[in-house]
């Protein structure tokens, strides 16, 4: 049965592109797609899983939920012997570097943003449970951080990364790889699941919608990017995403301005005609309105 699995597995990694959501379930319940030649997409295992096959190591763009590391592990397995020799984590949430630890432990250096470093040495506290995060053991942390940008090649791959200042937690990285037109955003893309503001960590609307405007300029019609959750997308779903960030933006803001509170803003109708609804309307409201409140000179150019 393993045999008979991992040469399925094998095939999503070697074969054409396949169209979503053609995809393969692999060790402990993970599903397994092609994302392009050479690049596969684990899902299931918390946040999205890239994975780039070099022929000199293969890079992984996040890890998962530590709860799901050993699935992660047998999945890397079966999909091939060449060993994990680089990791990118998207930003610090515990969705995205679960199996940081293992991979740090066989070798891989870790890259992430300062703060993502920063956030994984100290810990950080989590106002919605009242509680703190303990730091990560040191195989986990990053080990090549970067403030605005970098490239590094791999393999023959080029591989870019930059900050997305502000717009999902205040460490957020794009990766993306160019000659696979290829990008990795993150949360700070959410076709599927209600947009999440990490304000406490930094998160905010304003910094949403620059950094939805910075992948935009940075792509062509045929960019496809990889969100934490949900399906690959196509610039024309990455922009309607920027837009409909840019309307709710441009709303709250005359909002916060007449003082409302995020109760008022629903019963208003702030999120009304939007083209979109959301799970938990009052939860995305509030943590907009939260993430206002470090940018209060953003608001209009009159701000007292």
């Known amino acids: 049965?393993?045999?008979?699995?991992?040469?399925?597995?094998?095939?999503?990694?070697?074969?054409?592109?396949?169209?979503?959501?053609?995809?393969?379930?692999?060790?402990g319940g993970l599903a397994v797609s092609q994302v392009s030649p050479k690049l596969a997409l684990i899902e299931g295992a918390g946040g999205n899983i890239l994975?780039?096959?070099?022929?000199?190591?293969?890079?992984?763009?996040?890890?998962?939920?530590?709860?799901?590391g050993a699935a992660v592990l047998e999945t890397l397995d079966e999909l091939s012997d060449e060993a994990v020799t680089a990791v990118f984590n998207t930003h610090w949430h515990l969705d995205q570097v679960g199996s940081n630890q293992a991979l740090g432990e066989r070798g891989a250096t870790i890259f992430a943003h300062e703060k993502t470093r920063q956030r994984l040495t100290a810990g950080w506290y989590l106002p919605t449970e009242d509680r703190y995060q303990q730091p990560l053991p040191s195989?986990?942390?990053?080990?090549?951080?970067?403030?605005?940008?970098?490239?590094?090649?791999?393999?023959?791959?080029?591989?870019?990364?930059?900050?997305?200042?502000?717009?999902?937690?205040?460490?957020?990285?794009?990766?993306?790889?160019?000659?696979?037109?290829?990008?990795?955003?993150?949360?700070?893309?959410?076709p599927v699941r209600d947009p999440v503001f990490d304000w406490f960590g930094g998160g905010w609307l304003g910094g949403r919608?620059?950094?939805?405007?910075?992948l935009l300029d940075r792509s062509d019609a045929d960019t496809r990017f990889v969100p934490s959750y949900g399906p690959v997308?196509?610039?024309?779903?990455?922009?309607?995403?920027?837009?409909?960030?840019?309307e709710l933006f441009e709303r709250m803001v005359e909002h916060v301005r007449l003082g409302e509170t995020a109760e008022d803003m629903l019963t208003t109708g702030v999120l009304d005609?939007?083209?979109r609804t959301f799970e938990d309307p009052y939860r995305l409201l509030y943590d907009m309105h939260k993430g206002f409140w470090a940018h209060h000179n953003k608001l209009m150019p009159d701000i007292v």
């Open 1 to 27: 049965m393993r045999t008979d699995r991992r040469s399925i597995l094998k095939g999503i990694a070697g074969a054409a592109l396949l169209p979503w959501p053609g995809r393969a379930i692999a060790a």
């Open 233 to 246: 997308i196509g610039r024309a779903e990455l922009q309607a995403e920027h837009d409909l960030m840019l």
């Open 209 to 214: 919608v620059d950094s939805l405007a910075l």
């Open 51 to 68: 994975v780039l096959e070099t022929g000199e190591g293969r890079v992984l763009v996040d890890t998962g939920a530590a709860a799901s």
């Open 273 to 275: 005609n939007l083209g």
């Open 139 to 190: 195989a986990a942390l990053p080990t090549e951080t970067v403030f605005t940008e970098g490239v590094t090649t791999i393999g023959g791959q080029r591989i870019e990364y930059g900050y997305m200042i502000l717009a999902h937690t205040d460490g957020d990285l794009y990766v993306a790889f160019p000659d696979l037109n290829v990008v990795a955003v993150g949360d700070v893309a959410a």
